[in-house]
């Protein structure tokens, strides 16, 4: 089966048993919305190097039995609207294009405290005000 057709929690699982490892989830999902961005604009930040920083972090706290939880391992995308320290944050408006946070918000800590692996910031109505 291929990884971008699992489920998250099926994913999680796959990674936890040692049949897939996190950068090949990493890679996996980056390499897609590489081929695919030219024509659907869905990320506003792709943190290629910062995931794979992220996944070989979080392969040896999985390996070390350290992180358990459903979401160890698995790539996730964060809606350009909510923080992540230091991380370009604009929400999808030329006003803050060059907003870039002193803070991570809780939400997205809390993916990280799960080892959820954080690819990038996706695109987004601006400000997410649903006019489109």
Partial sequence: MEILELTALELGKKIKAGEITVKEAVQA???RAKEV???I???VTLDEAGAFAQAEEIQKKIDAGELTGPLAGVPV???D???IKEQLTTCSSKI???FKPTYTAEAVENLKKAGAVIIGKTNMDEFAMGST
């Fill in 29 to 31: 999902v980056i390499d």
């Fill in 37 to 39: 961005e030219p024509v």
């Fill in 41 to 43: 604009n869905s990320y």
């Fill in 77 to 79: 995308a964060i809606k």
């Fill in 81 to 83: 609207n909510m923080c």
């Fill in 96 to 98: 803050l294009s060059n």
